[in-house]
């Protein structure tokens, strides 16, 4: 099965790029994610529960990152495990682009699945696929934008410290004028 399609999201692509890198953000997104770990920068392990038609699927795997031009590009490459609903196997080449809304994300997505899941065909494949890809980009384009708006501010600008004056000391003003008064009113005594 070969999906394809493109998405915008408004938020700057070293932003989107970031988010597609951190497995906290992949669950938030990814519909029926039971968990991610990241094994290395290029490594994860996943378990996700997907409703296909009357089947209840949990599908655990490995996905790994390849072809990687960070904050550009890369190849996203898995295989699952669905037990006794078969297995999945597939990968994705992911393209960023900066455009004045934000990040358009282009992916180009081919699959292939065996045991009951490929007798089941495209006809119900194919819908469920295209409907967990928009469920994702839906919240991912919610999560990445909410990313943008804490990324941190431009720092504000340091404010030097204001030394503080010293209290200006009370000047003390000596009765000048009364002093000279007191001395104009005695008398002069005059040497003879």
């Known amino acids: 099965m070969k999906l394809d399609g493109e998405e915008i999201i408004p938020a700057p692509r070293e932003v989107v790029w970031k988010a597609l890198n951190d497995p ?3 669950k938030q ?3 029926g994610c039971k968990s991610i770990t ?31 031009d960070p904050p550009n590009s890369y190849r996203i490459s898995g295989q699952g495990s669905g037990g006794f609903a078969g297995s999945a ?8 682009e900066s455009v004045p809304e934000g990040t358009k994300l282009s992916y180009d997505v081919n699959s292939q699945v065996t ?11 194919e819908p469920v696929s295209r409907k967990l890809a928009g469920q994702f980009f839906e919240k991912f384009a919610e999560v990445a934008g909410a990313m943008k708006a804490e990324a ?8 030097k410290p204001v030394a503080k004056k010293a209290a200006p000391k ?23």
């Open 24 to 26: 906290a953000v992949l």
């Open 29 to 31: 997104c990814i519909p």
């Open 38 to 68: 990241k094994l290395s920068d290029t490594d994860m392990e996943a378990t996700v529960t997907v409703a296909l038609g009357p089947l209840k699927v949990n599908f655990s795997g490995k996905v790994k990152l390849s072809d990687l």
């Open 89 to 96: 196997s597939g990968g994705a080449d992911v393209r960023l």
């Open 115 to 125: 045991g009951k899941l490929a007798s089941m065909g495209a006809r119900l494949i």
């Open 152 to 159: 941190p501010a431009a720092a504000p600008p340091v404010k």
């Open 170 to 192: 009370k000047v003390v003003k000596k009765p000048a004028k009364k002093a000279v008064k007191k001395a104009a009113k005695k008398p002069v005594k005059k040497k003879l």
